[in-house]
């Protein structure tokens, strides 16, 4: 590891309260992230991956730890300085949910980068010839299938080209061919110096990776920073 990597997590403590009952989905799970790499976080079904990418994309406050981006706090912050940092440094792509439905996709990139100060109408067009999406611009995302709709999704991510790239089962509810199209785009940009970490059930994708880190009951079990 380098010594200032783009995302560093120091043991994450993240408990949930049902009735008397206390779930730890985080216990102490601390992890870095390089410019340029691809790492997969894998585990089974309630080992604390989704709960792992809410706290580091700053949607959840861990009960405990620190994570960071370069020299910037992500925790410890209200929820307007964290949305903030978030919109500047992090893209964050999700299996499904990514878009505005009621926005055109071009409209959905514009209003992330607004998010962020940016208003760059050639940017825009640039992302969407990236994501081989130029021609449906001004569709609404109820008509794209499954493999657009998760290319929009990282269009939507990539709007303010973050240093950190953090991906939840982005693969889960798209055929094979669309799959292989997401981690290609993924990895180019990895090789473009951002850093990204995909959480994921399949195989094949924690195969494609730099290397993996496995959570077991809320720790890492294998990988880490």
């Known amino acids: 590891m380098t010594a200032d990597p783009a995302l560093r997590a120091l043991d994450l403590y993240r408990f949930f309260h049902t009735g008397d009952d206390e779930t730890l989905a985080l216990r102490g799970v601390s992890l870095e992230l390089d410019r340029g790499e691809v790492v ?14 809410a706290c580091l994309a700053g949607l959840d406050e861990p009960d405990g730890g620190t994570v960071a981006y370069g020299t910037a706090s992500m925790t410890r912050r209200s929820e307007v300085d964290r949305a903030a940092l978030r919109a500047q440094l992090v893209g964050v ?3 499904s949910g990514n878009l505005l439905d009621h926005l055109t996709v071009e409209q959905n990139i514009t209003v992330a980068q607004r998010l962020a100060g940016r208003a760059r109408p050639a940017e825009r067009r640039d992302l969407l010839a990236r994501v081989d999406l130029s021609d449906r611009a001004a569709a609404s995302p109820l ?3 499954g493999g657009e709709a998760a290319r929009a999704g990282l269009a939507v ?9 953090l991906a939840d089962e982005p693969t889960g509810e798209i055929d094979e061919a669309s799959a292989d199209r997401l981690l290609v785009l993924l990895r180019s940009r990895a090789r473009a110096g951002a850093a990204v970490l995909v ?27």
């Open 40 to 53: 997969a976080v894998t585990g089974p079904s309630g080992s604390g991956k989704s709960t792992l990418i």
């Open 199 to 225: 959480v994921t059930h399949d195989p094949s994708v924690a195969a494609a990776a730099d290397r993996r880190i496995e959570l077991v009951d809320g720790r890492v079990a294998t990988g880490g920073g």
């Open 157 to 165: 991510a990539l709007a303010n080209d973050p240093a950190v790239i």
């Open 93 to 95: 792509l999700f299996q």
């Open 143 to 145: 008509t794209l299938s």
